[in-house]
């Protein structure tokens, strides 16, 4: 239902106007009843139906600091901020930081209803979740994402940190390994053992439109495990055309080749 779909999405607040976010990503709104009982039917389904060991919520699981004024975003703002008009909110700091709290919060309780709604049926399932990795090295990034790295490691299983380094413009092998070593090094500030961090590199370059060379992202890929790092992954996987290649990629990423492959 398009109306229905509509009425759920994410709403920003821009130039004084309250209108659907224009951002990449087109989520539904996590302050909206519907929007979770949807979204829990899915996982429902999925749990019920499908075989899997665990669940990873991605990259889309954020809101900027201009989003979200959804209708029912703005009820639970003014009861729980004790305010009447939304410009409060970017007037008062405290209000602000206190604005910024709800929102992680009500994030973190929307993947943890659907991880509940999971575990009716797949018990052992782990979970994960994506964060951007300039929330752990830059902390006013909080507000901008709306994560928050201790709350990720307390609430999950796993925290995927996003060891974007050509996201982020950087390139050649020299200033992707310091770059990797200080987003390693903020990391262990945060969990000294890294026990529960995974640390995915991309394998597609999205400013140039073109997929990234196995040898590449696996030098990436090493630098991560000679600094400590224990889990480590890689997206996009385009399993259709096999890229990355498989053979190429499970030289380091499955255990049947380490130390040794088994042939």
């Known amino acids: 239902n398009e109306k229905l779909n509509e009425s759920l999405k994410i709403k920003e607040f821009k130039n004084g106007e309250i209108k659907t976010t224009t951002s990449w990503y087109r989520r539904l709104s ?3 009843e519907e929007s979770l009982r949807l979204i829990k039917c899915l996982y429902e389904d ?36 004790k305010i009447k008009n939304i410009s409060e909110i970017f007037e008062n700091e405290i209000i602000k930081q206190k604005w910024t709290q709800l929102k992680i919060k009500i994030l973190d309780n929307f993947t ?23 929330v752990i090295f830059e902390p006013e990034s909080k507000e901008w994402f709306c994560q928050d790295f201790n709350t990720f490691l307390k609430n999950y299983d796993y925290t995927a940190i996003m060891a974007y380094p050509q996201m982020e413009n950087i390139y050649g092998m020299k200033k992707i390994r310091n ?17 529960k961090c995974i640390f995915k590199i991309q394998t597609y370059d999205w400013s140039k439109n073109k997929w990234i060379k196995e040898k590449q992202f696996k030098k990436e890929l090493r630098i991560l495990l000679s600094l400590g790092v224990k889990h480590i992954g890689y997206y996009p996987d385009n399993i259709y055309e096999d890229k990355p290649n498989v053979e190429k990629v499970a030289t380091i990423t499955s255990g049947k080749y380490f130390p040794f492959k088994i042939k």
């Open 46 to 81: 999925l749990a019920a139906h499908v075989r899997f060991h665990g669940v990873l919520f991605q990259d889309d699981a954020y809101l900027t600091d201009f989003e979200d004024f959804h209708p029912e975003a703005i009820k639970f703002y003014q009861k729980e901020l």
């Open 179 to 195: 770059w990797l070593l200080f987003l390693v090094n903020q990391t262990k500030k945060y969990s000294k053992n890294l026990d």
């Open 112 to 134: 943890k209803e659907l991880e509940k709604i999971v575990k009716k049926y797949r018990p052992n399932a782990k979970f994960a979740r994506n964060i951007y990795s300039r």
């Open 30 to 32: 996590p302050f909206a």
